[in-house]
């Protein structure tokens, strides 16, 4: 058999990519030794619960640490980036609805006549100021979405992802805020 002399060879190795070529009984046992799976069903279910356990705790501590790399699906790439800097930036009426509501509710139980005009005073206020903002708060979000140049793929599921992160408690969130309030967003995320 003729062999074929790539032009790269001296700079790259012998046969150009940097390595020598293993022999068939090299590459059978390296297969072999690859496809070696546990003897039992219950080292098998041992095996992959520990895998489970291991990226389940990988991507606690990404969320903890905002690391890109090990996030859930869910939370990764440049647009889920931005929605998550943009929510974080700003000051949200919908993260502080619970400790409102609870106020509401301690209101409600002490049932005087100036406590009850309280109450439905908070409930109007809540709900209108949450709606409000909302509205701001999705309606900005396009405006910034349409001066980046994010995919639609990207962007699916944003308006909900962003609604729903803010309506949690900034010190709650994961992952975890990587910009402080009132700070000025970057023009590119990748």
Known sequence: MARVVDDNAD?????GKGRATPSRREAEQARKKQMK??????????????????????????????DEKHLPARERGPARRFLRDYVDRRWNVAEFMLPILLVILVLSYIGQPWSLAM???????????VVLDTFVLLRGLKREFLLRPFDAEQTSGARFYALLRSTQLR????PRAQVSRGEKLPDTYR
């Open 171 to 174: 010190r709650f969130r994961l």
């Open 11 to 15: 700079a790259q190795g012998k046969d």
């Open 37 to 66: 799976t546990p003897m039992t069903r219950k080292q098998q279910t041992k095996r992959d619960r520990g895998a489970r356990d291991e990226l389940r705790r990988k991507q606690q501590q990404a969320l903890r640490t905002g």
């Open 119 to 129: 109450v439905t005073f908070m409930w109007t206020f809540t709900i209108v100021a």
